[in-house]
C-alpha cells in the first residue's frame, strides 16, 4: 500500500476530534486520579482500623488487574445491574480510579519522606492535626512528587488508547473507524502515532525541567 498524501491531509481534521478527546479523557481522568489518590494516600497513612485494610486491599487489586479488564467489567456488566454510562463517563471514571491507585503510593512515598522532625514541630507547637496535614506536611510531600505525577499523566495519555475497546471514540477509535470505512491503514495509524508523539514529546521536555527543579528537594 502507498502512501496517499491527499487522502492523509483530508482525514487530519477527524483525527484532530479525536486528539481533543483523548486530551479531555486523560485531563479529566488525572483530576479522578490526583484528588482520590491523594484521599487514599492520608486514609492509609492514618491508619484506621478496617478503613485502612479495605483500601489497601482496593489498591493492590485495582493495580493487580489490567485496565482493559476494569473497562469490560465496568461498561459491559454493571449495566446487568442497572448502573449505566456513556462510554466517555466510563472511560474516564476507569481510567482516574485505576491510576489512583499508583498515585496513591505517590503520595504515601511523598509523606513518608517529609522529615519526621517537621511532625515533631507541629506537635511541639500544638497545631491542629488538620492544619498540619493542610499547611505543613501535604505542601512538602506533593512538592517532591509532581515529577512522578506528571509521569503518570503522559502514561495516561497512552492508556487511553486502550478505550477505544469500550468504543470511547479517542485518537485510536477514529484512526480505525477510517481504516475500516476506506480500507486504508497506513495513513490513519501513522498520523494517529504522530499525533501522540507531538503531544508526548513537549510534556516529557517539560517534566525533565520539573525533575531539575523538584527532584533534587530533601
Not at 479495605?54 to 487489586?61: A, H, R, T
Not at 480500507?183 to 507531538?198: D, S, V
Request: proline share 5%.
Amino acid at each position: 500500500m502507498i502512501w496517499d498524501n491527499a487522502f492523509a491531509i483530508s482525514i487530519i481534521p477527524q483525527l484532530l476530534e479525536g486528539l481533543l478527546t483523548t486530551i479531555q479523557l486523560t485531563f479529566a481522568g488525572m483530576a479522578i486520579a490526583v484528588v482520590l489518590g491523594l484521599a487514599v494516600a492520608v486514609l492509609r497513612y492514618l491508619r484506621i482500623p478496617v478503613v485502612s485494610q479495605v483500601l489497601g486491599f482496593c489498591v493492590y487489586f485495582i493495580r493487580g488487574t489490567p485496565l482493559l479488564v476494569q473497562a469490560f467489567f465496568v461498561f459491559y456488566v454493571l449495566p446487568e445491574y442497572g448502573i449505566t454510562m456513556s462510554a466517555l463517563i466510563t472511560g474516564i471514571l476507569v481510567i482516574g480510579v485505576n491510576y489512583s491507585a499508583y498515585t496513591a503510593e505517590v503520595y504515601r512515598s511523598g509523606i513518608e519522606g517529609v522529615p519526621t522532625g517537621q511532625w515533631e514541630a507541629s506537635t511541639a507547637l500544638n497545631l491542629p492535626r488538620a492544619r498540619t496535614w493542610v499547611r505543613i506536611v501535604l505542601p512538602q510531600a506533593v512538592r517532591r512528587v509532581v515529577p512522578l505525577l506528571g509521569n503518570y499523566l503522559i502514561q495516561m495519555f497512552k492508556d487511553s488508547a486502550i478505550l477505544s475497546a469500550i468504543t470511547v471514540f479517542e485518537l485510536m477509535s477514529v484512526a480505525k473507524a477510517i481504516g475500516q470505512s476506506e480500507f486504508r491503514y497506513i495513513e490513519p495509524f501513522t498520523l494517529a502515532a504522530l499525533l501522540f508523539l507531538i503531544v508526548s514529546v513537549p510534556c516529557t521536555l517539560v517534566l525533565r525541567r520539573l525533575e531539575i527543579r523538584y527532584g533534587t528537594v530533601h
